[in-house]
Every structure is written in C-alpha cells, then in structure tokens.
C-alpha cells in the first residue's frame, strides 16, 4: 500500500495556518488527518496549555521546550501508524516551531543545536510549507495579545530563528529543498490554497517509499 504523506505548515501566529491546513484536509479527505502541535488534550498537553493561557506560571525555558517536544513524542506513534496505512497527516506547527519560538528566547546556551536534539527520530515532513507575512498584519487579527507569545517584538525574533533555522538546515544537508516559503501579504485565502494545493499535489501523487523517514540533524 501507498503510504500517506506528511505536510507541514508552519509559521507565526496568525499567518493562516490553521485555516490553511483546514482547506487541505478537506482536499485529501476521507484520506486525511490534521494534527495541531501542541496538542492540548493530552496529559503533557494539558500542562502546555496551562503555560501558553497561564502568564502566571512560571517554568524554566528548558523545561518548556523539552515539554513542547514531549507533546510530539506522545503523538508520535499516532502520526506513524497513520502514514503506514495509508493516510495523509496534515501537521499545524512541529518541529520548527518547537525550535523557533524557544531559541527566540535567547536563555543561556539553549541555543538552536541544542533545541533541535529531543526532536531528533520523530517522523519527517515530505513536505514543509512556512507560511510568512511581511508586516504586523497578523496582529490585527481576532483574539492576538491573550496568549503568553502573542508579543510583536517576540514574533519578529521568533519569525528571525525560523527564517535561521530553515537555512542552517538547508545548508548542512543535501536533500532536496527542505522548506517552502509562502507569503500571505496581499493574497486571499482562496489565492494561499491555491498555491499551498501546487505544493502538495505532487507530493502526494508522486510514488514514494513504502515507510517514512525520521528527523536526523
Ligand atoms: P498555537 O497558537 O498554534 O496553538 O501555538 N509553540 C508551539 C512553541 O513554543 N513550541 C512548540 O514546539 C510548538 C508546537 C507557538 C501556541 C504557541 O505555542 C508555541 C505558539
Ligand atoms: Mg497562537
């Protein structure tokens, strides 16, 4: 059997991921699953969502990323199972956001190497698509400011570490293209799906490996 395919979007607050990767799991279903990291309904993700709400609660930044990557290990088994039978998984946020939004924080020797370790053997993306907006925009949007991160300083220095960490990546490996980059200043929903679908569509009409492969920096 065709295994499923793993596409990931990925961005700041508020660029559309979430509306974007509901556009694509309607697109691939009955075939198709979208998981968003973090995933609060799970005992780690329960304590996540506490801190992201909770601007009170106060946890060591190391042990906040080690959280985040812990969430993704409690759903990893999940993600693999899926793509072994058959079925897409659409990921809202993974790895790169664990990494970005932490290394933005800029704690003593927590830097980019050592935030991407605990993700090492997760399963990786066939497809990574970063969704980018040139302006303050996405802080118009409904409901930004409530949660701890919703800061623009804070979402400029994070949107710098993803931009980082896609080219230190980039560079050091000799797969093929490792993120794609899509801006949203301008475009309507229906123009962002439009070329979202561009992206995925080879992917996953293309033939590939019967199993996926795993995260190795
Ligand atoms: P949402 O607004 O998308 O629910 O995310 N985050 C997310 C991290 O700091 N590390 C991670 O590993 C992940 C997946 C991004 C809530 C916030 O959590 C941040 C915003
Ligand atoms: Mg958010």
């Not at 968003?36 to 304590?47: M, N, Q, Y």
């Amino acid at each position: 059997m065709n295994r499923g395919r793993l596409v990931l979007f990925e961005g700041l607050d508020r660029t559309g991921k979430t509306t974007q990767s509901n556009i694509l799991l309607e697109r691939l279903k009955p075939n198709a699953t979208l998981i968003k990291f973090p995933e609060r309904s799970t005992e780690i993700g329960a304590v996540i969502d506490r801190y992201l709400k909770d601007k009170t609660f106060e946890l060591p930044d190391q042990a906040v990323h080690l959280l985040f990557s812990a969430n993704r290990w409690e759903m990893a088994e999940r993600i693999k199972q899926l793509l072994l039978q058959g079925t897409h998984v659409v990921l809202d946020r993974y790895v790169y956001s664990g990494v970005a939004y932490s290394a933005a924080k800029h704690t003593d020797r927590m830097d980019r190497t050592w935030c991407l370790q605990p993700d090492r053997g997760l399963p990786r993306p066939d497809l990574t698509i970063f969704l980018t907006s040139d302006d303050a925009e996405n802080e118009l949007r409904a409901g930004f400011g409530e949660e701890r991160y919703e800061k623009s300083e804070f979402q400029q220095e994070v949107k710098r570490q993803f931009v980082e960490v896609f080219k230190a990546l980039e560079d050091s490996s000799h797969e093929e293209k490792l993120v794609h980059v899509v801006n949203v200043t301008g475009k309507s929903v229906e123009e962002v799906a439009k070329v979202v679908w561009d992206l995925v569509e080879p992917v996953v009409t293309l033939p590939t490996d019967s199993t996926y492969s795993e995260l190795l920096y």
